[in-house]
């Protein structure tokens, strides 16, 4: 059965700091991982995308990579900003099916 | 483009009372999910769709109908509701890009 864990659970940085967001996942068997944020109260926005042939996915500050035979994935955000305090979900797609991580909440302090 | 919406936004419900919860996408995606999201829990799949006229039960089925009669809309309905079920539910569709959400609605059961 697939298991996601994202490390950690909580972070706390200081503006302009450049941080790095961990997702492991025990079944390489996967289509594509999906990082996402989510604001309180809100839905989910797709941030980044990287499909199982891929090794990272840029979109602005944002870096994903993907490792399929350590079972990792990264998020890289640069400069982070106090708008980028949020918490962010991976997620692996074994069969067109999602299975989340519980979630890194993210504090950006001014 | 609306993308994925959710109605009603919020409800409060007595234990027993039936409902149903509205998703529709106008991306033409042909698969679709139903999630529901408790605070330590993260994300789990109730059911998803992956075409018109079809369903499947996903991790947490128990408790939960749907339908998918129009390629557009995915249907979730709760016919006799129960505390355990006090959450907020996300909708979603995708396509080769990854998954897109719904804002979800909050559902509080009595």
């Known amino acids: 059965k697939q298991e996601v864990t994202q490390i950690p659970a909580a972070l706390s940085v200081p503006e302009g700091e450049n941080l790095v967001l961990n997702c492991s996942f025990t079944d390489s068997a996967i289509y594509n991982l999906q990082w996402f944020r989510q604001d309180p109260g809100k839905g989910l926005t797709s941030l980044l995308l990287?499909?199982?042939?891929?090794r990272e996915q840029t979109s602005g500050r944002l870096n994903a990579s993907l490792d399929k035979s350590s079972g990792r994935s990264t998020l890289y955000i640069a400069a982070s900003q106090p708008g980028d305090s949020a918490t962010y979900l991976c997620?692996?797609?074994?069969?067109?099916?999602?299975?989340f991580g519980s979630g890194t909440r993210l504090l950006v302090r001014p | 483009n609306a993308g994925v919406t959710q109605t009603p936004k919020f409800r409060v419900l007595k234990t027993g009372q039936s409902m149903t919860l509205l998703c529709a996408q106008d991306?033409?995606?042909?698969?679709m999910y139903w999630y529901r999201q408790d605070p330590g829990m993260g994300l789990r799949l109730i059911h998803y769709?992956?075409?018109?006229?079809?369903?499947a039960k996903g991790e947490v089925p128990d408790g939960y109908n749907v339908s998918r009669l129009k390629k557009q809309n995915f249907l979730l309905g709760l016919e006799s509701a129960a505390p355990s079920q006090t959450s907020v539910y996300f909708c979603?569709?995708?396509?080769?890009?990854?998954?897109?959400f719904g804002p979800g609605t909050r559902l509080t059961v009595l």
């Open positions: 991306m033409n995606h042909e698969y």
């Open positions: 769709s992956v075409g018109e006229g079809t369903t």
């Open positions: 990287i499909q199982s042939s891929q």
């Open positions: 979603a569709s995708s396509d080769r890009l990854g998954q897109f």
């Open positions: 997620a692996v797609d074994s069969s067109y099916k999602l299975i």
